[in-house]
């Protein structure tokens, strides 16, 4: 059975800076690409940022692009998503998700490419 264990948000000042982490098993986690979305009260999930299952690819929404960087430790079966200069239109649970297919990734901005996703977690950026 697949799981994805969200961490690392929490309450930020404008400007400051936060990590998320998602811890992955169940599936051979370095053959999957992964993403990152979010979704802030009152409006529907986006896309923030995905990377290929070896991380020589990435993809970010436009919101986010140069202030976030996604990664990911194949070793330890985790993905991250550094973010910096937060703003408080960033607020939002924030969900990683795991790629349907295997060694593919087809529109990494699709909420579809995915099928399992974490239980989220909150970040709130005050201003």
């Known amino acids: 059975q697949v799981q994805l264990v969200e961490s690392g948000g929490g309450l930020v000042q404008a400007g400051g800076s936060l990590r998320l982490s998602c811890a992955a098993s169940g599936r051979t986690f370095s053959d999957y690409a992964m993403g990152w979305f979010r979704q802030a009260p009152g409006k529907e999930r986006e896309f923030v940022a995905a990377i290929s299952w070896s991380g020589s690819h990435t993809y970010y929404a436009d919101s986010v692009k140069g202030r976030f960087t996604i990664s990911r430790a194949n070793a330890i079966n985790t993905v991250y998503l550094q973010m910096r200069s937060l703003k408080p239109e960033d607020t939002a649970v924030y969900y990683c998700?795991?790629?349907?297919?295997?060694?593919?990734?087809?529109?990494?901005?699709?909420?579809?490419?995915?099928?399992?996703w974490g239980q989220g977690t909150q970040v709130t950026v005050s201003s």
């Open positions: 998700a795991v790629d349907r297919h295997r060694m593919t990734l087809r529109d990494p901005r699709d909420q579809d490419e995915y099928d399992y």
